[in-house]
């Protein structure tokens, strides 16, 4: 389960990166951005999630991202985990830089909290000898009182979907990240 877990890490990470690494011409910041993306991967923890996950009265609703409008609601919540003005307008200057083609395997997120932007999350799906395999990683929330818990209702929401389609489901977090 090891290879295909760390198989799975970077084809995600390969993934992000493709949207800067490919460009013809990215931005000095989008770069910088990327930069500080792939060093915050460093802060994280891997393992399989073997038992079923339900979501039972999450306080976000959920939408996959599918158009610019909603990556840029991503990118603003995921780049909230910079505290530094300067990276996180490098990063939402990377994540926004997101495109998506039908085929793509990764999907991204975003919950909404009482109307607004709160929470975002991606599953990353890749298929390999007949096994449908799944990684749920980039669970973040903006620093509200209640951040634990729209993290943890991003998860499960992500885990649950995650597990309908897949053989194997991976979760990927923060490693400071209370367990719930």
């Known amino acids: 389960m090891l290879v295909i ?15 800067i690494t490919d460009a013809e011409f990215p931005t000095p910041l989008s770069e910088k951005g990327l930069n500080l993306y792939q060093l915050s991967q460093s802060e994280l923890t891997t393992h399989t999630v073997d038992t079923p996950v339900t979501c039972s009265d999450p306080s976000l609703s959920f939408y996959p991202v599918d158009c610019h409008p909603l990556t ?5 919540v995921r780049a909230s985990q910079w505290e530094n003005e300067q990276e996180k307008e490098a990063v939402i200057e990377y994540l926004t ?20 932007p709160a929470a975002c999350g991606m599953i990353f799906n890749h ?18 009182p209640n951040q634990d818990q729209l993290m943890t209702d991003m998860e499960n929401y992500l885990l649950h ?3 309908q389609a897949s053989d194997t489901v991976t ?5 400071s990240y209370n367990e719930a």
């Open 97 to 116: 830089q997101i495109m998506f083609e039908p085929d793509a395997e990764a999907t991204l997120y975003v919950g909404f909290f009482k109307g607004k």
């Open 127 to 144: 298929l390999e000898d007949g096994a449908h395999h799944s990684l749920v990683s980039d669970i973040f929330a903006l620093p509200l």
């Open 72 to 76: 840029i609601r991503y990118s603003l």
């Open 5 to 19: 877990t760390e198989k799975l890490i970077t084809l995600k990470n390969a993934w992000m990166a493709s949207h």
């Open 161 to 163: 979907t995650a597990q």
């Open 171 to 175: 979760l990927q977090k923060i490693i």
